[in-house]
């Protein structure tokens, strides 16, 4: 497919770009500044700025699919008002759209997000997107997959770990279900579709309901020598797990998500070992299937 991803030059757009590439696609990268990344020089790249219709009608044109993440979301740093996030989520999500029925596309992955909701601007704009995406699909009959990302933000290794727990996500997995969900749209798998994207730990759900007592001991099950580890380091474990049924993104779009709690906790035993030192290093929410690799 020719896929446009809005965007493009982002956190989670140049995951998302890679996965493409590494899936066959053609690539074209839309966002206000390229990425310099040297693994990415062959994708095409436009400057587009969302807002604007005439830069969104000309990053569209000729596509076969769009992946649209371009947003403004509200732990930017540094900080953005609530007039740019409103204008870049809702208007820029409209233009798409509008853009994408214009063109003739049918397959289209939206950014949406876990802070869905009526509790900030950001969380409305994902509301307004989410609508707007119901919208397009009834006008139009596209296939709108609507994945509502968890936190896949870069941050300090042991501070990645812990969130694994709670509202992280590796970045991999965010881009295998972007791109997952762009071929299934391609093949009309579904018509308007939604799901969450976030880790599975494989943990069973009597220790997930008590994680507070139980959860120690299950580190250390899967991973022995883990209570040291945990104490060593100041990893300090939530009382409870958020953790969900992702069976139907497995049954729709066949993918499932490859990294949690474990591997982390199987990397940094490994890094311990090594007498590595780790509390300097930044992960951009990408563990390797392996080993990490910074």
Known sequence: MKVLVTGASGNGGQAVCRELLRAGHQVRMADVMPSHAADLAEAEFVRCDTRTVTDVRQAVQGMDGVIHLAAWHCAHQPP???????????????????????????????????????????????????????????????????????????????????????????????????????????????GLFRTIVHTDHGMPEHV?????????????EQVPGSAALLAKYGI???????QHDLSEAKRVLGWEPRTGFVDFLRDLKRRDEEGLDIHALIVPSELPRTQLLL
């Open 236 to 242: 300090e474990l939530p009382k409870e797990v958020e």
């Open 80 to 190: 953005v008002s609530d007039d740019t996030i409103f204008a870049v989520n809702v208007d820029g999500t409209y233009n798409v759209l509008e853009a994408c029925r214009q063109e003739g596309i049918r397959s289209i992955v939206y950014a949406s997000s876990m802070a869905y909701g009526w509790w900030s601007v950001y969380g409305v704009s994902k509301v307004i997107g989410e609508d707007l995406c119901r919208t397009y699909h009834e006008m139009t009959g596209a296939s709108i997959a609507m994945l509502r990302y968890h936190e896949f933000i870069p941050r300090p290794y042991l501070e990645f770990g812990e969130r694994l727990l709670r509202n992280g996500v590796d970045r991999r997995d965010v881009a295998t279900a972007t791109v997952q969900a762009l071929e299934a749209a391609g093949k009309q798998s579904f």
């Open 208 to 220: 997930r309901a008590d994680f507070a007592g139980l959860g120690l001991g299950w580190c250390e």
